[in-house]
């Protein structure tokens, strides 16, 4: 009989299982790496690229931080109380992680050319590339904060209010929710790093910008690379010792556990606040750009032409979210669970999670392309295939899962693994009756960003997908350059109905996070 | 938990999502053909399902999207050079179809429907073939200056009356990547730097897009531009108050833009590729694409057009060899071009 111990084991077999499993995702890299590093013309990176990285990390900054001071009191109010219209503000205001950030920045270029010259004129540049991003910063910050408030038990929530009424509880909230927050602001600021839409839209040189210039102006996959590289290694210096700082945070507030979930509190004064914040916030990240993009259908729906894309990409879309995710979270948790208790061991995948998250969905894309086209014909299941599209967006996204999947292996206590190896049971019951459990609501969470972030993804897509088998997003890419702006903002109208059908349901089965 | 049932279930679900569509399929009894394709989805499909249609040949396509905003499918062709899965590449101009000769991923073909299409629109080995082609026009806001008061030259863009009025695409991209090449090619090294220069010293905007300088003249915050036929004729269809100019009639002639075919070297589906450049070279497709949105001229005189699309003899073309336009765009897209838009973009 195998013990359930076996899973609190440390050991140097975590830390070779944890190496290996982040090599195999590395591996679609190696082939731009491999030609960045045998490169004849040394290590240069451009003269350009050093100011447009600058430019990057001041939007990814500034949006990170727009994201946290705005998201995080956001989601403490949304968590504490219950107002009229919360559970539609709140659904408003989740929307702008489930809709690429081109639609947005497109979306905010449409709106402020509506209003006037001066308007277009104030977005140019880095206005308008960190107002694209920073629609869904707030919404990934609100989110986690509501989740981490909504995780905080009964009484310590009435022990606040007994110490200093309403406002203890929301700065106490606040203070609780505030590195879990930081950690989410942070993680979109990375992901700003490797996305160029919003910053070509807007004109700001960036260095995804640059990189994608490498890619398709010049075709230099080599220096493409070496970007890469080096955005890589920018980040990682400035990240690491947050991540150090906050780990400890981390570890405490992860490891307390509920014994009373808290009922929403009804307070007038309060609820006037929460209301006024989530519908400015609502308005002004929400509105005002899906606006600019639908107000072209004042003139009329392409109904027929956006059934017709609906049918044919429809499948695929779905197919390759859920794949993606499915594939992320199983890769994710065993990654969890061989990470296991170590601050190090899980410092170290929170790093290479990271410089996962860099990546420039083609580095893997076109490395998955190069692997494909080399191999022989009967690897094209693996590897030309639906299945590859959701393989390669998994092995950029699955870091989400390792991060839920190590949170919640962390708030679970060891003695319970050493009461059930004291009382005989066995491994495989331990793991189907309390493991899996435990595991379902992180996973199901990570199921559904992994597959949300995946349908934003349309390099990977356009890169990898089988002729014939694109997704929506991927057709509203193809034709918003030329198409009538009617049959644009029709196919913009069905992603966003589909992004909030989304929401019903997460709200509906998952509606542990929002109730 | 209920969430504790769901999670199961929705990962089961997941998984036979994964499993039923995952599993692609193969090659089947009827005839297939894969075209890649740069030309916009919108103009693109309808023929391909034209094709499909006419011929029974399962016609897959895969569309591009805007080179600006994403890394482009010419990328992916490079790198599935070992074992391509494309049969043919339909360019939206021949520079990219020139860039695939250049790297040896095209293989010749002269398709007997090609008669009748000038020569001078065509690689001499075959590698490429013109037809229907669009032109680079200068755009301008009708409400804000009127025929008289329109520039007849992209070079009267560094006017001091178009001061701060004036927007081009990112010249590293596309279309405007090409022009640039011609203006290098046409004018000589000199001049060409002293336009770019001076286009940006009179405040002149890049933009991220041919689309975008069609949205920006059609909404009036910038008063000309430089941009395609097609996106010309779209902001016209939606009643914007915009009109065109073939420029430089008198002097050195408008950029004329045709679609290139390329059979790709190594095809899986080598028979039906040919198949579908006989399809798209015929006159019939010519007259297709010339009555669409995209408003392109056709190559051959003998093709009538609807009243809002110019022949080809009614302009002036300007005389470029563009095989050598694609060696000459490289050196100028790590040279001059990529210095000029790092020192005028923020």
């Known amino acids: ?515 | 938990m209920k969430t504790h049932r769901f999670v199961p279930l929705l990962g089961c679900l997941a998984l036979c999502v994964v499993l039923a569509g995952c599993t692609d399929r193969g090659e089947s009894e009827q005839p297939v053909v894969v075209i890649y394709s740069s030309v916009d989805e919108f103009f693109a499909r309808p023929i391909v399902e034209g094709f499909q249609r006419e011929t029974g040949i399962e016609a897959r396509l895969v569309p591009d999207t805007e080179e600006t905003k994403s890394t482009g499918l010419l990328n992916r062709l490079i790198a599935e050079r070992n074992r391509p899965q494309a049969d043919v590449f339909w360019s939206g101009d021949p520079v990219r179809a020139a860039v695939l000769k250049l790297k040896g991923l095209s293989a010749p073909y002269r398709s007997p429907a090609a008669a009748g299409l000038p020569r001078e629109f065509a690689d001499a080995d075959a590698h490429w073939t013109g037809f229907s082609a669009r032109a680079r026009v200068i755009i301008y806001n009708t409400d804000r200056l009127s025929r008289d008061e329109a520039p007849s030259s992209v070079l009267e863009l560094t006017d001091p009356r178009f001061r701060g009025q004036a927007c081009l695409a990112n010249p590293l991209f596309g279309t405007t990547a090409m022009h640039a090449a011609a203006l290098f090619s046409v004018l000589g090294k000199d001049e060409a730097e002293r336009f770019f220069d001076g286009f940006a010293a009179n405040g002149g905007r890049i933009l991220s897009s041919n689309g975008e300088v069609r949205r920006r003249v059609a909404a009036g915050e910038c008063t000309v531009g430089i941009t395609d036929t097609d996106d010309f004729n779209v902001a016209r269809q939606e009643g914007r108050p915009v009109a065109a100019i073939y420029p430089d009639p008198d002097g050195m002639g408008t950029v004329v833009i045709p679609n290139a075919v390329v059979l790709i070297a190594g095809a899986p589906h080598f028979e039906a590729g040919e198949r579908f450049i006989d399809f798209l070279l015929r006159p019939e497709t010519e007259r297709l694409l010339a009555e669409s949105a995209a408003a392109q001229m056709p190559l051959r005189q003998s093709v009538a057009v609807p009243a809002h699309v110019r022949q080809l003899d009614s302009i002036r073309p300007m005389e470029l060899d563009y095989d050598s336009l694609a060696p000459l765009l490289e050196e100028l897209s790590r040279g001059f071009l990529k210095q000029w838009v790092d020192r005028n973009s923020r």
């Open chain 1, 1 to 515: 009989m195998i013990s359930p111990m076996l899973l609190e084991r440390p050991g140097s077999w975590r830390w070779i299982g944890v190496t290996l499993g982040f090599a195999v995702a590395l591996v679609p890299t190696l082939p731009l790496v491999w030609r960045a590093a045998v490169a004849t013309d040394g290590f240069s990176v451009g003269d350009a690229f050093v100011p447009a990285l600058g430019n990057s990390l001041v939007v990814a900054l500034s949006v990170a931080a727009i994201g946290w001071i705005v998201g995080l009191p956001a989601g403490v109010l949304g968590g504490l109380y219950a107002f009229r219209g919360r559970a539609i503000l709140i659904a408003l205001l989740a929307l702008p992680a489930l809709v690429p950030s081109f639609l947005w920045a497109i979306g905010w270029s449409a709106a402020a050319l509506r209003i006037g010259t001066g308007a277009s004129q104030a977005l140019t540049g880095f206005p308008g590339t960190a107002l694209a991003f920073c629609g869904m910063a707030i919404s990934v910050v609100m989110l986690t904060s509501l989740a981490t408030t909504r995780s905080l038990t009964a009484s310590q929530i009435d022990a606040a209010r007994i110490a200093g009424g309403e406002r203890t509880v929301v700065v106490q909230s606040c203070r609780h929710g505030a590195t879990t927050a930081g950690l989410a602001a942070g993680l979109v600021g990375v992901l700003t790093l490797s996305d160029p839409g919003p910053g070509q839209i807007h004109g700001l040189r960036t260095a995804a910008g640059e990189m994608l210039t490498s890619f398709s102006a010049l075709y230099d996959f080599a220096l493409a690379g070496r970007q890469c590289l080096v955005l890589t290694a920018a980040v990682l210096l400035l990240a690491l010792p947050a991540i150090a700082m906050a780990a400890p945070r981390l570890s405490t507030q992860l490891l307390a556990r509920q014994s009373r979930a808290p009922v929403l509190a009804r307070n007038r004064r309060v609820s006037r606040i929460a209301i006024g914040l989530l519908t400015l916030l609502a308005f002004l990240f929400v509105m005002l750009p899906l606006t600019g993009l639908l107000l072209p259908l004042l003139a009329g729906a392409e109904i027929l032409a956006t059934w017709n894309a609906l049918t044919r990409t429809g499948w695929n879309t779905l197919l390759y979210a859920g794949g993606a995710g499915l594939a992320a979270v199983t890769f994710g948790i065993v990654m969890a669970l061989l990470a296991g208790r170590s601050a190090t061991l899980g410092a170290a995948c929170l790093a290479a999670g990271l410089a996962l998250f860099l990546q420039p969905p083609a580095l893997i894309a076109l490395g998955f392309v190069f692997v494909g086209s080399d191999a022989p014909a009967w690897a094209d299941p693996l590897l030309r295939s639906r299945l590859t599209v959701c393989l390669a967006l998994a092995t950029r996204l699955f870091p989400v899962a390792l991060f839920l999947g190590m949170r919640a292996w962390r708030s679970f206590p060891s003695s319970w693994s050493a009461a059930a190896a004291v009382h005989g049971v066995p491994a495989r019951t331990f793991l189907r009756r309390i493991v899996v459990p435990m595991f379902g609501f992180p996973a199901g969470t990570a199921l559904l960003i992994v597959g949300l972030l995946a349908t934003a993804d349309v390099g990977t897509v356009l890169l990898l997908h089988p002729p014939g088998q694109a997704s929506l997003p991927l057709t509203i890419f193809t034709v918003m350059a030329n198409a009538p702006e009617t049959l644009v903002a029709s196919l913009c109208l069905a992603y966003v109905v589909a992004a909030v059908m989304v929401l019903v349901l997460i709200h509906r089965v998952v509606g542990r996070i929002v109730h």
